[in-house]
């Protein structure tokens, strides 16, 4: 009879935004309010959070930028920058392509 290894569960990094990417994700969601509607905006930010959480499994998933920080692009319209560190990623900053700043 075949035996198998028992399946060990690694511990996920957690993910949380800084005061600066909650405040980038709430202007972003009022410029889409604005330019389209509110259902139009809250989907979007679901699908940004989403992404962003998906990087407590995938935290290497972005582009390198320096200093540990990593850049993922979200619907090419996007950037999610990022701090993976073993126990949390931090999410930093959410750039969308319609912002100035």
């Known amino acids: 009879m ?8 690694v511990a996920l990094p957690r993910v949380e935004f800084s005061p600066a990417a909650r405040a980038d994700l709430l202007a972003l969601y009022e410029l889409i309010y604005r330019e389209a509607d509110a ?18 499994e995938f935290p290497m998933a972005g582009r390198a930028q320096g200093r540990g920080v990593r850049s993922l692009g979200f619907e090419r ?19 969308h392509a319609g912002r100035s700043n």
């Not at 259902?39 to 699908?47: E, N």
């Not at 319209?77 to 750039?95: E, F, G, H, K, N």
């Open 2 to 9: 075949l035996k198998c290894a028992p399946i060990t569960r």
């Open 77 to 95: 319209r996007a950037s999610i920058i990022y701090l993976p560190t073993p126990d949390r990623v931090l999410i930093l900053r959410i750039l």
């Open 39 to 56: 259902a139009r905006a809250g989907a979007y930010l679901d699908r940004i959070e989403r992404s962003c959480m998906t990087l407590g």
